[in-house]
């Protein structure tokens, strides 16, 4: 089992930046799967980006790309999203979310673990 926690959203001016933390309780996270996803009201949610504990790899959403970055922390059980260049259609609800196992996906309902988000709202 896997338990995950987010913080760091909030306001910001576009333009600004954030850092979003996910930390996670439970053994072996170190390999799983991680990713970040988000939902804005009234739409589905949507793949962000993601990283794999086998070799690293970090695929980003092309609305995303260049802007913001994945990163994990094994020893702290941390995996981190930092925004960069943020709009206001970044504006949304921010998950982070795990799964077993060496495939990486973009897609979550292949996410088997959940975190209860936090919100991002960017002002224009």
Do not use: H
């Not at 922390?73 to 970044?90: H, W």
Request: a positive charge; glycine letters at 12%.
């Amino acid at each position: 089992q896997v338990q995950l926690v987010e913080s760091g959203g909030g306001l910001v001016q576009a333009g600004g930046s954030l850092r979003l933390s996910c930390a996670a309780s439970g053994r072996m996270f170190s390999s799983y799967n991680v990713g970040w996803f988000r939902q804005a009201p009234g739409k589905e949610r949507e793949f962000v980006a993601t990283m794999s504990w086998i070799d690293g790899s970090t695929p980003y959403a092309d609305s995303v790309k260049g802007r913001f970055t994945i990163s994990r922390d094994n020893g702290r059980n941390t995996v981190y999203l930092q925004m960069n260049s943020l709009k206001p259609e970044d504006t949304a609800v921010y998950y982070c979310a795990a799964r077993a196992g060496a495939v990486v996906t973009t897609r979550p309902d292949e996410y088997n673990y959940w975190g209860q988000g936090t919100q991002v709202t960017v002002s224009s």
